[in-house]
């Protein structure tokens, strides 16, 4: 699993181990050490894999060692190595993403086809189901998440999977949540049971078609 032209040494394995564990030490929380014994196993692999994550390699990253990934390890703040919008390791990118994020909501407020609902931005057709729902008097829940700009639906992905570049898999970018000109819509709510189930008696257009993967989301096509 080296690539770095030359097979490593058993001291070698050892001393990139204790770096690998003052790393985690920094900027991983919760993660236990490696046990160091010079032996590059899967545990090893798997904490390589863990660090690219934070460093922002795509979702193609693999466990091997290059110079390229021991640099931007010991040197994680160096803007050069990161692509636009990614800002060195998970908890730099994250406090972006909060400042981002209040920003964000701000203008989503403004944006064309969106309205507040429990103050949370959302598409305006949703909030009119929200309400509606709300006035037949069952539903006590609320609204937990709205409309996400597309620009705060990006960050989620970096967040998720730390990929420069989406897959469309997940509930960032590709997100129901998010739309540029006209709010495609989706929401999450609290006291989800009770909304389905309100939303079913109703014969309003609106389901969750996650199930247990996601129940507190709910749009037309319901994904």
């Known amino acids: 699993m080296t690539a770095i032209g030359h097979p490593m040494t058993e001291a ?9 564990n003052d790393w985690t030490d ?10 160091v014994d010079g032996k590059p196993g899967k545990l090893t692999r798997s904490r390589i894999m863990r660090i690219k994550w934070y460093l922002g390699y795509s979702l193609h990253r693999n466990p091997w060692l290059t110079r390229e990934f021991l640099n931007r390890m010991r ?5 050069g190595y990161f692509p636009k919008g990614m800002l060195g390791t998970g908890k730099a990118r994250r406090r972006e993403q909060r400042r981002a994020f209040v920003s964000e909501r701000f203008k989503a407020t ?4 969106v309205t507040t609902f429990d103050g949370r931005p959302c598409a305006v057709w ?7 729902v709300r006035d037949e008097g069952n539903w006590k829940g609320g ?8 620009a705060y639906s990006t960050s989620l992905c970096y967040q998720r999977c ?16 998010s739309g540029t000109y006209y709010p495609r819509g989706a929401v ?6 009770t909304f389905g189930a309100e939303c079913r008696r109703l014969g309003i257009g609106i389901h969750n078609g996650l199930g247990a993967q996601d129940p507190v989301h709910f749009s037309v096509a319901g994904n």
């Open 12 to 20: 070698q394995w050892r001393a990139l181990q204790n770096e690998f």
């Open 26 to 35: 920094k900027y991983l929380s919760h993660v236990p050490h490696l046990i």
């Open 75 to 79: 040197n994680p703040h160096t803007a």
């Open 110 to 113: 403004v944006a064309p086809g």
């Open 126 to 132: 949703l909030a009119k189901i929200l309400q509606r």
């Open 143 to 150: 609204l937990n998440s709205g409309w996400r700009s597309p």
């Open 162 to 177: 730390g990929a420069p570049s989406c897959s469309g898999t997940c509930a960032g970018a590709s997100s129901n949540h």
């Open 188 to 193: 999450d709510v609290s006291d989800y049971y």
